[in-house]
């Protein structure tokens, strides 16, 4: 495994000597420079824009391994003795914008994610920073020769990075400009990028007499697209890439430790929608400052995709002799001699125009489907396409019995094609019937009207299958209960223990009547069962104490067998007074225990509960 040497003095030299104040320690340590729009390839520019007002964005999630060791000798790399940075994971983001179909402008910053490796091993020496942003940058990429359909093209790019982020290794401490010049070759399947720029910015001496300041770059990579082409974008593509990339210091130019080198490869897909992603490995070559060991690369993009290029419509040929209509049909051959064809793809080796190709009497610029003739039902007749099934009820229109109409499918007759609007013909509506499949009058909702044949309707005979006189609502004993529109009406009152939700034993008649009534009616859906106090005493005090009372009913009728999805225990305090608090008579009917039948808004009120003893005189 190769690594890479900030500190040259041998290993005596670094135990005795610490570094000079003077040294600087802001810089950016990654040599990672993601490529900037989606359509580039990961480390590399290429000199293609983006196209006139489409947006890019894509981020880059790149892991070096070993990108900053010490040595005890500088030229022997298996003298390492530290590892000052052994992992480092970054996130480059990056957003840009197309102009004119020439102009590219750009916006990122890395944001390192982690840092990490051996103490510093003397004080003063460099250490891994940890996370943090880095360098904000800034650019714009203009395209000078060469559209991206040929074979040749070139490009200029110009950065600025501004001093963001702060901290040892995390970012320079002053403006940097880099300038690079981008070429293209291309020979189809086949790609050769070329990147040569510089990197201008303060001279700083790092500690072991390692200078940073400006830097020639570089890069030169080949991609071969194995799926779909460059030159159409709005296809999608899949490239396999191969790039290398460096730098060194003016300075020095090729030293060792100044010289950083890096081999990269990778696939990249590239979607008609404008969405890219890439993954790359590679690894350093050189051991200057900043060449990790490994490096491994993410790439997630999406970029406004272009129009798709639909191919141009065969012209007509040229008119010859012998063609009097200059159909480019010789008259010898032309049917129409006279009257050009109209090559609109059907019938065109005849010479005769068709304007109306399927026959269906709508003239082809006019009809929407001029290959399919018009079925002419009575149904959307004038857009000249068939329809198969008019009321797009699932029925093809030679087996549905009534095409215009679609089939409502509740269970009842769906094979005909027909809705079924009152399925048992009782004269309420589907919609509207409790009982859709058996027949029933208005009056008892579409159900069957007296079971028991008492003379009490089933709707509000409390024992419907028990004949019982109408006094005692249909039923045998007599009734503390009776079914009314939208409630259960209680005929006696429920009582609770003193300031306590508990129900006295007086109330569990009434109750266990209420119970049997909802246990016979199972059409009934749901009872709302409502707990309403008086003004007196606070007003939160009194909510709790409705809603427990209401939830102890609720409870006591679940005992009974009641299930409880058809119960809802609601408490109202004091919110919704049915009489006067001014007086004790009002006090006591509004103190109430209401069973309310479905969803509310409840149309009418229930009878009150017995007054409370807690607050009877």
């Not at 290993?11 to 570094?19: D, E, I, K």
């Not at 005979?461 to 529109?485: F, H, S």
Request: hydrophobic fraction near 35%; proline fraction near 8%.
């Amino acid at each position: 495994m190769t690594t890479r040497s900030l500190y040259a003095a041998p290993l005596v030299a670094l135990l005795v000597l610490a570094s000079s104040a003077s040294a600087q320690s802001d810089f950016a340590l990654n040599r990672f420079r993601a490529a900037q729009i989606p359509d580039d390839a990961f480390a590399l520019n290429g000199p293609a824009d983006q196209g006139h007002l489409r947006f890019g964005a894509q981020l880059h999630l790149d892991y070096s391994n070993d990108p900053l060791v010490v040595e005890r000798r500088d030229d022997d790399s298996r003298s390492e003795i530290a590892q000052t940075v052994a992992h480092q994971l970054t996130l480059h983001l990056g957003v840009s914008l197309g102009l004119f179909e020439r102009l590219v402008i750009f916006l990122g910053a890395p944001v390192h994610l982690l840092m990490d490796g051996d103490d510093a091993p003397r004080s003063g020496m460099l250490e891994a920073q940890g996370a943090g942003f880095g360098d904000l940058y800034l650019g714009a990429r203009a395209r000078l020769i060469g559209e991206r359909t040929d074979p040749f093209a070139l490009g200029l790019q110009l950065e600025m990075t501004v001093p963001s982020g702060g901290g040892e290794l995390r970012g320079d401490g002053f403006l940097s400009f880099r300038p690079t010049l981008l070429a293209e070759v291309r020979v189809a399947p086949v790609r050769v990028t070329m990147n040569v720029g510089a990197l201008v910015r303060e001279n700083q001496q790092l500690q072991g007499g390692v200078e940073v300041g400006d830097e020639l770059s570089w890069g030169l990579g080949v991609a071969v697209t194995v799926l779909g082409e460059f030159a159409d974008p709005s296809r999608s593509r899949l490239d396999l890439i191969a790039q290398t990339f460096g730098s060194s210091t003016m300075q020095h130019l090729f030293g060792r430790e100044e010289t950083a080198v890096e081999l990269l490869g990778g696939l990249k897909f590239h979607h008609g929608s404008g969405l890219s992603a890439g993954l790359a490995g590679g690894l350093g070559v050189t051991r200057g400052v900043g060449s990790p060991d490994a490096r491994v690369l993410l790439q997630l993009g999406w970029a406004t995709p272009p129009p798709r290029e639909e191919p141009p419509a065969e012209p007509a040929p040229e008119p010859g002799p012998g063609d009097r209509d200059g159909d480019g049909i010789l008259d010898q051959h032309d049917d129409c001699p006279d009257e050009p064809e109209d090559r609109d793809s059907f019938q065109d080796g005849d010479g005769c125009p068709d304007p109306d190709n399927d026959q269906d009497g709508i003239l082809d610029t006019s009809d929407q489907c001029p290959l399919q003739p018009e079925d002419r039902d009575g149904w959307q007749d004038e857009d000249g396409c068939p329809e198969e099934d008019n009321d797009a009820d699932g029925f093809n229109d030679p087996i549905d019995n009534c095409k215009n109409e679609a089939e409502d499918r509740d269970g009842f007759q769906d094979d005909d094609g027909c809705p079924d609007p009152d399925n048992d013909h009782d004269g309420v509506l589907d919609v509207e019937d409790r009982c859709p499949n058996e027949p029933g009058p208005a009056e008892n909702e579409g159900c069957p009207a007296d079971s028991d044949g008492d003379g009490v309707l089933d709707n509000v005979d409390n024992c419907p299958d028990e004949p019982g006189p109408v006094e005692n609502q249909g039923c045998r004993r007599r009734q503390r209960v009776r079914i009314e529109q939208g409630r259960l009406e209680i005929l006696e009152k429920v009582f609770f223990q003193t300031n306590r939700a508990r129900i006295l034993r007086r109330s569990y008649p009434l109750l266990n009547n209420v119970a049997e009534v909802i246990l016979n009616h199972p059409e009934i859906p749901l009872v709302r069962v409502e707990g309403h106090t008086d003004d007196r005493g606070a007003d939160e005090y009194n909510m709790d104490l409705s809603r427990r009372r209401a939830q102890a009913v609720v409870d006591y009728l679940v005992a009974r067998g009641v299930p409880p999805n058809r119960l809802r225990a609601e408490g109202f305090g004091e919110t919704r007074p049915i009489a006067s608090n001014e007086t004790r008579e009002g006090r006591a009917t509004n103190r109430r225990v209401e069973f309310n039948i479905g969803e509310p808004p409840a149309g009418v009120r229930q009878e009150q509960n017995a007054p409370q003893e807690d607050a009877a005189d």
